[in-house]
């Protein structure tokens, strides 16, 4: 059974850093892209960053290109996202999903914050 | 970047009816978009990728269709599990835009 579990989320200031986890079991986590989407509280998805099976090919939304970082670890089957210079904007349930264009299997979320 | 629209915002239905949810492109994305059904509370369950092609599991009564700039998603029959919040998704060019969002409600 596939499962994606995120870890690593919690309050921040603003201007603060904070790292995400998503730990995959139950498929090959390196012959899949991964991708990080958010959805701050009320409202709608948005796809954040994702990843080559290898790690060489990564994008960004415009928004946080420069501030965060993907990356992943293919020997654990983790994938992360290092979150720095948050800003309230931030505020979001971060999920991770696998696959390249669309995402087939998600995680449950894990809910940051950013107030000061 | 592709704006996404969806309409209606909010459609009120009752269990047994034939609904359809509309998502336009602000551009061409070819067969390039999927759906996506949430539960408050819970992760994005992927429906339909590339417009039409119904993901293993889903109930036969899904269905998309469109291409280009204008997609719509279709549940044939309502029951009661689909009342939730559908969201389409382009991903023809980065970033991957959503939808803003349908919520099906029980009428």
């Known amino acids: 059974e596939v499962q994606l579990v995120e870890s690593g989320g919690g309050l921040v200031q603003p201007g603060g850093s904070l790292r995400l986890s998503c730990s995959a079991s139950?498929?090959?986590?390196?012959?899949?892209?991964m991708n990080w989407f958010r959805q701050a509280p009320g409202k709608g998805l948005e796809w954040v960053a994702n990843?080559?099976?290898?790690?060489?090919?990564?994008d960004y939304v415009d928004s946080v290109k420069g501030r965060f970082t993907i990356s992943r670890d293919n020997a654990k089957s983790s994938l992360l996202l290092q979150m720095n210079s948050l800003r309230a904007e931030d505020t979001a349930v971060y999920y991770c999903?696998?696959?390249?264009?669309?995402?087939?299997?998600w995680g449950q979320g894990t809910l940051v914050t950013v107030s000061s | 970047d592709i704006q996404m629209t969806q309409s209606p915002s909010t459609l009120s239905a009752s269990v047994g009816d034939r609904v359809t949810i509309t998502c336009r492109a602000s551009q061409s994305i070819n067969s390039w978009l999927a759906w996506y059904q949430q539960k408050p509370g819970k992760a994005p369950k992927l429906l339909m990728y590339?417009?039409?092609s119904l993901e293993s599991g889903v109930p036969s009564r899904f269905s998309g269709s469109g291409s280009g700039t204008e997609f719509t998603l279709t549940i044939s029959s309502l029951q009661p599990d689909d009342f939730a919040t559908y969201y389409c998704?382009?991903?023809?060019?980065?970033?991957?835009?959503f939808g803003q969002g349908t919520k099906l409600e029980i009428k």
């Open positions: 998704q382009q991903y023809d060019s980065y970033p991957y835009n």
């Open positions: 999903a696998r696959g390249q264009l669309t995402g087939d299997y």
């Open positions: 590339k417009a039409s």
């Open positions: 990843i080559k099976r290898d790690g060489t090919e990564k």
């Open positions: 139950g498929f090959t986590f390196s012959s899949f892209w």
